[in-house]
């Protein structure tokens, strides 16, 4: 294999395992989930929505998730959604940038239960995604010469330990995607 294009195949990995390790759900509502009177402007000031992240709604049967368009949304309209969920647990990818809008098919809910939500999404930013302190992959292979690689470094700064949002971006499956990705990465390495 000729050095430039092994070359390039490390970087499709890393970049790979960078949005794989980040890529965040987002439980709408927090512990609180989809129901009436919870403050999602308050939940979703706490957020940062990144390309690639999903939303997820958890909800009681009686509830349901209509997307709507920006007008709906304002006046809380449940006759022409845009697409309508009720299984009680909703994820949406946020695969673009922009806002998309979310209400309950419950006229009253939406109007007088707060449940009704605006997600704004913006372009993936890894040092953003990081977070204030990610948690180290519980699983990560050996800590050889892959992590202390200087682009693996760059790609996952590690802040100050602690910060108990950062553990949900390191899900066992991804953790276990991320391991194998690694072992490629140095397979790649030593040839
Ligand atoms: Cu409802």
Redesign the pocket.
């Known amino acids: 294999m000729k050095a430039g294009s092994r070359a390039l195949l490390v970087a499709m990995a890393l970049s790979a395992l960078a949005a794989m390790a980040l890529a965040k759900d987002h439980i709408v509502g927090g512990s609180d989930g989809w129901d009436?009177f919870i403050d999602y402007d308050k939940w979703v000031a706490g957020e940062i929505f990144m390309v690639g992240d999903t939303i997820t709604f958890k909800?009681m049967a009686?509830?349901?998730v209509l997307e709507v368009n920006m007008d709906d949304y304002a006046a809380c309209a449940v006759d022409k959604p845009l697409s309508t969920h009720s299984n009680g647990s909703t994820t949406f990818e946020l695969a673009d940038v922009g806002t998309r809008y979310f209400i309950?098919?419950?006229p009253r809910?939406c109007r007088n239960?707060t449940?009704h939500v605006a997600v704004t999404t913006v372009p993936f930013d890894a040092s953003a995604a990081a977070g204030p302190s990610p948690a180290p992959l519980p699983s990560a292979p050996a800590d050889g010469s892959v992590a202390a690689s200087p682009a693996a470094d760059a790609a996952a700064p590690k802040p100050p330990t602690g910060a108990p949002s950062s553990a949900v971006r390191f899900q066992k499956p991804v953790a276990a995607v991320a391991g194998l990705a690694l072992a490629a990465l140095a397979a790649l390495l030593v040839a």
């Open positions: 009436t909800y009686y509830h349901n309950c098919g419950i809910h239960g449940m």
